[in-house]
């Protein structure tokens, strides 16, 4: 029942900033924690961001002051702000959360940053 969608995702140039969206679909719901995680070829999944129900945050050191998570509760919804993008930051994102004990992924935007 509960479905995630991101968007927002897109080719920019480095230095350039885009804003993930990420709507819970299937009304009102509560969720708890929230998060993007991206995976690059090659590479392991990893977490880029995450955000508490009650708002706390948690980063990963390579994106700390120039992504920002925040949520919207009343639009089931959680954005990422990236600032100041680089071609490293290449990535399919993935939107997750967590409701009455099981996890959901969104399928994923693609994010690429050319120099």
């Known amino acids: 029942q509960v479905q995630l969608v991101e968007s927002g995702g897109g080719l920019v140039q480095t230095g350039e900033s885009l804003r993930l969206s990420c709507v819970g679909s299937?009304?009102?719901?509560?969720?708890?924690?929230m998060g993007w995680y991206r995976q690059a070829p090659g590479k392991q999944r990893e977490l880029v961001a995450a955000?508490?129900?009650?708002?706390?945050?948690n980063y990963a050191e390579s994106v700390k002051g120039r992504f920002t998570i925040s949520r919207d509760n009343d639009k089931n919804t959680v954005y990422l702000q990236m600032n100041s993008l680089r071609p490293e930051d290449t990535a399919v994102y993935y939107c997750?959360?967590?409701?009455?004990?099981?996890?959901?992924w969104g399928k994923g935007t693609l994010v690429t940053v050319s120099s």
């Open positions: 299937g009304g009102l719901v509560s969720f708890g924690s």
């Open positions: 955000i508490s129900s009650g708002g706390t945050t």
């Open positions: 997750a959360a967590s409701f009455r004990s099981s996890n959901y």
